[in-house]
Antibody, heavy 118, light 108 residues
Framework: QVQLVESGGGVVQPGKSLRLSCAGS????????IDWVRQAPGKGLEWVAV????????YYGDSVEGRFTISRDNSKNTVYVEMSSLRPDDTAVYYC???????????WGQGTVVTVSS | EVVMTQSPATLSVSPGERATLSCRAS??????VAWYQQKPGQAPRLLIY???TRAAGIPARFSGSGSGTEFTLTISSLQSEDFGLYYC??????????FGQGTKLEIK
């Protein structure tokens, strides 16, 4: 079955960096775009970034543009997001999501928690 | 940016009754709307895509409708496991996806 497993979350100080990973299994990973969606405590869902199936196209939400970098290694079935200049309002559960060819999100990971605090 | 507005914020319904959740887009998004269910401590789960198509394994009591700017998720006969948070999402303006703020469906 389709599985997405995030890792790399933790507590980090403001201004520091953190890298999240998302490992996919149970499907042909290199055929799918992968997104990151986050959810701040008690809040709704916010789209963060997407990377195309081959890694050539990358897009970011306005709140993370210039600070986050998404990448992928299809030989390892893994997508990464490098988060820099972290702010307290980046505190959230970060979900890795598989994007169907028609662009809706058909599979979600269990999430990894990022807390930005001094 | 397309703003998705969900109503009501909270809906109280008794088991066995019908629940109707609404979602309005600030501009036309055709039928490119998905609905997700989220239970406490869990990741969201896809229920409906293309406004009215049920995802794999989703019970027939869940149905979606609408196009353009007005969308509805209907749960025909609420079961205890249906209570939770529901989000609509537009994916028309790729890749600028946006979600509604959510509707909390609670037991009356």
């Amino acid at each position: 079955q389709v599985q997405l497993v995030e890792s790399g979350g933790g507590v980090v100080q403001p201004g520091k960096s953190l890298r999240l990973s998302c490992a996919g299994s149970g499907f042909n990973f290199s055929n799918y775009a992968i997104d990151w969606v986050r959810q701040a405590p008690g809040k709704g869902l916010e789209w963060v970034a997407v990377i195309s199936y081959n890694g050539k196209k990358k897009y970011y939400g306005d709140s993370v543009e210039g600070r986050f970098t998404i990448s992928r290694d299809n030989s390892k079935n893994t997508v990464y997001v490098e988060m820099s200049s972290l702010r307290p309002d980046d505190t959230a559960v970060y979900y890795c999501v598989r994007e169907d060819g028609w662009h809706y999100f058909d599979s979600w990971g269990q999430g990894t928690v990022v807390t930005v605090s001094s | 940016e397309v703003v998705m507005t969900q109503s009501p914020a909270t809906l109280s319904v008794s088991p066995g009754e019908r629940a109707t959740l609404s979602c309005r887009a600030s501009q036309s998004v055709s039928n490119t709307v998905a609905w997700y269910q989220q239970k406490p401590g869990q990741a969201p789960r896809l229920l409906i895509y293309a406004a009215s198509t049920r995802a794999a394994g989703i019970p027939a009591r869940f149905s979606g409708s609408g196009s353009g700017t007005e969308f509805t998720l209907t749960i025909s006969s609420l079961q205890s496991e249906d209570f939770g948070l529901y989000y609509c999402q537009q994916y028309n303006k790729w890749p600028r996806y946006t979600f509604g703020q959510g509707t909390k469906l609670e037991i009356k």
